[in-house]
């Protein structure tokens, strides 16, 4: 069936990395994505990995991959305020065409 | 290179009027989907549009619809509103080509219902 799951909240401290994770059990996933939603503001692509890849890395953004565990992890360097937001991730997969399955988000909050 | 466009930001209706929202894609893409976004349900898939086709239907009453031009603009409408419908509507923009995958989606109509 199609479900993704995230934790609801992370805090960190300026400055340290956050890592948002996600599992999901759809094994015909063909590619993940992350997305960032700011207040009263749509979703913004941050990236994507297809499913057969295990790492992508985007300067401060890291996304690692496990297949097998079915789990996809977002990782922040040097985390600032402005990363404060709603961090989504969701899966596309073969025959869904570009229909997304979301998780429910992680909420994000930076402080100093 | 301009962004995804979706008109009108803000709409109030009243329970049983209709609604028309716009969702105009990045220029050259040729996929447009559909979402709605709930504090409770998320954000659940309504449907998805290619070249004036539609190719995939979330799970939602027959009151809401789209449509897909031919410059790939694509409407929505939802007819005899419900209190439930209030909701953010983002519509994503999609290449259409095997091999770009990347979904850029808009600023969202806020719809809300009274």
């Known amino acids: 069936g199609e479900d993704v799951e995230q934790s609801l909240f992370l805090s960190v401290r300026e400055g340290d990395s956050s890592v948002i994770n996600c599992t999901y059990t759809d094994s015909s996933s063909t590619y993940l994505y992350w997305y960032k939603q700011e207040p009263g503001a749509g979703l913004q692509l941050l990236t994507y990995i297809f499913s057969n890849m295990d790492m992508k890395q985007d300067q401060r953004l890291t996304v690692l991959l496990n297949k097998k565990d079915k789990h996809l992890s977002l990782r922040i360097a040097d985390t600032q305020t402005g990363d404060s937001a709603i961090y989504f991730c969701?899966?596309?997969?073969?025959?869904?065409?570009?229909?997304?399955?979301f998780g429910a988000g992680t909420r994000l909050a930076v402080h100093p | 290179k301009a962004g995804v466009t979706q008109t009108p930001r803000y709409l109030i209706k009243t329970r049983g009027q209709q609604v028309t929202l716009s969702c105009s894609p990045i220029s050259g893409h040729r996929s447009v989907s559909w979402y709605q976004q709930t504090p409770g349900q998320g954000l659940q898939f309504l449907f998805e549009?290619?070249?004036?086709?539609?190719?995939n239907k979330g799970n939602f009453p027959g009151r809401f619809s789209g449509r897909q031009f031919s410059n790939s603009r694509s409407e929505m409408n939802v007819s005899t509103l419900e209190l439930g419908d209030s909701a953010l509507y983002l519509c994503?923009?999609?290449?259409?080509?095997?091999?770009?995958?990347?979904?850029?989606f808009g600023p969202g109509t806020r719809l809300t219902v009274l």
């Open positions: 969701a899966e596309s997969f073969s025959g869904g065409y570009n229909k997304l399955i």
């Open positions: 549009y290619f070249s004036e086709t539609q190719r």
């Open positions: 994503a923009s999609i290449p259409g080509t095997s091999v770009e995958n990347e979904q850029f």
